[in-house]
């Protein structure tokens, strides 16, 4: 039979460029100029601060149709001399769009031109071209090559670094995480290994969740130091948190530098923070903090007190293959009953790490694990599996309305509500609030659905007691 490619319709990814910006903006002192035409860098600037809610400023090199027939050479030398006079940023990562890339602009060699023609300002500023074409993958494979071009540009300069074994430990995340999600990243490494004995990459803590100050900043402070990236080759060990995504970063410091390494997946759920945390303690060679060890038992306390309302609860969860699978784990180790597994992507491995962890806690779990597909085929199978719940993005929300059901909301992108960069899935307190959220929707979807069967006369009746069972 002839293989057939279908019109995408609504697609769950984003382009490539987008993931770029990310792991960019969580890198110190550092711009992104999108080579390609203006609407590209609106787009995204829009798409950003929506989630974000944060000014996320992105320079565009315009190209117009003159750039499209003769060539985008001079539009982006313009482009990155006017970022520099604006913005006086230390890095400038210059990601590449489908009109950039179609027409066959070879990037490295304006850069090279522009760096000779404008030695005076460039002086030793860092500019990281990375190839991202709109037209193939998603936002998470130029999220990773950017990430790997950013270790890759540092790593390699001479004389970056110590030059001396610093014993610390690389943390490489290889899918977009929120900025909360970040900041509790850090707080376990801090309290557990040590505060300097660490370094995380890309870290948006700060770049996409910045205080107000009363200073007008042109470039929000934080992000992973420079001198710490550059150092990273001098590692005792290192971590990479994502499994169904190739991460490019921890393989080329591995295989460049001999770090030991290993791939976890993001620690969200009690199994998979319990992995992380320690793997963390065994490479710091201490015992498992106590704050940990009693956040570990509150967790495990809340998902007793859950339980009676989650238990067999049928969900569909979709988004971000390494967030997807981290909410199927704490989904099926509280009982609940995922019926639909969605990867936006098409990632290695994915539906075999799906299937092993439902295998390994709910063997008996009808599952319908999806990857690479659009929000058209996911409406369908949404309404073909009929879940209870949708766990995901804001995408969501037109499927889940016309289906009747809940959806709570993570991941990205979150446009429709506030809080997106706030929301914490990781670690034990992550799992805690998610799981109250959870709950808590069930709560007020089974209140809703109650208020409207109770009549006037009826409405101080005793409430369902199917759903509200006797305490023991």
């Known amino acids: 039979m002839t293989d057939r490619s279908y019109a995408t319709v609504n697609p769950c990814i984003m382009c490539q460029p987008i993931g770029s910006v990310m792991a960019f903006k969580g890198i110190e002192n550092s711009m992104v100029l999108l080579h390609g035409s203006q609407g590209c860098s609106t787009y995204m600037r829009l798409h950003l601060a929506h989630h974000f809610r944060e000014p996320v400023d992105i320079g565009s090199s315009s190209l117009s149709e003159k750039g499209a027939v003769y060539g985008g050479s001079e539009n982006l030398k313009k482009g990155l001399k006017n970022l520099i006079l604006r913005y006086d940023p230390k890095v400038i990562g210059v990601s590449t769009t489908c009109l950039a890339e179609t027409i066959g602009d070879d990037v490295n060699r304006i850069i090279a031109e522009f760096k000779e023609e404008e030695e005076e300002i460039v002086n030793d500023r860092i500019i990281i071209p990375v190839s991202t074409p709109s037209y193939e993958d998603s936002h998470n494979s130029g999220y990773i090559k950017a990430v790997e071009a950013i270790v890759k540009e540092f790593t390699a300069t001479e004389g970056s670094g110590s030059d001396i074994f610093n014993n610390k430990l690389n943390v490489v995340l ?12 850090r707080r376990i490494l801090s309290d557990i290994i040590g505060p300097n004995s660490f370094i995380l990459l890309p870290d948006i803590s700060e770049t996409f969740d910045a205080p107000i100050t009363g200073e007008l900043q042109k470039i929000f402070p934080g992000g992973t130091l420079h001198s710490d990236i550059a150092d990273m080759k001098n590692s005792a060990a290192m971590i990479g948190l994502g499994i169904t995504n190739a991460n490019r970063a921890v393989s080329y410091l591995e295989q460049t530098f001999d770090i030991p390494s290993q791939n976890l997946p993001l620690p969200i759920g009690l199994e998979y923070t319990d992995r992380f945390v320690a793997s963390v303690s065994m490479i710091a060679g201490t015992d498992v903090p106590e704050t940990y060890q009693k956040e570990r038992g509150r967790l495990i306390d809340a998902m007793v007190d859950a339980h009676k309302y989650v238990y067999g609860m049928k969900v569909a969860i979709y988004g971000d293959p390494d967030n997807v699978l981290g909410i199927l784990s704490l989904a099926l180790e509280n009982g609940m009953h995922p019926i639909l597994v969605v990867s936006s992507s098409k990632s290695p491995g994915f539906t075999e790490y799906a299937m092993e962890r439902v295998a390994q806690v709910k063997p008996d779990c009808d599952v319908t ?29 037109y499927i889940a309305k016309e289906m009747g059901i809940p959806l709570v909301r993570v991941g990205f992108p979150i446009h429709d509500r506030v809080g997106a960069q706030r929301i914490l899935s990781l670690g034990y307190l992550g799992a805690m609030s998610m799981l109250d959220r959870v709950t808590n929707t069930i709560l007020e979807t089974q209140e809703d659905k109650l208020a409207e069967k109770w009549s006037e006369p009826d409405r101080y009746a005793p409430l369902d007691r199917e759903f509200y069972p006797a305490e023991a």
């Open 174 to 185: 290889s899918e977009n995480v929120s900025p909360e999600d970040t900041r509790e990243l």
């Open 369 to 397: 694990i999806l990857e690479d597909v659009d929000f058209d085929a996911f409406n369908d199978a949404v309404k073909k599996v009929k879940p209870e719940m949708l766990i995901g993005n804001s995408n969501g929300k």
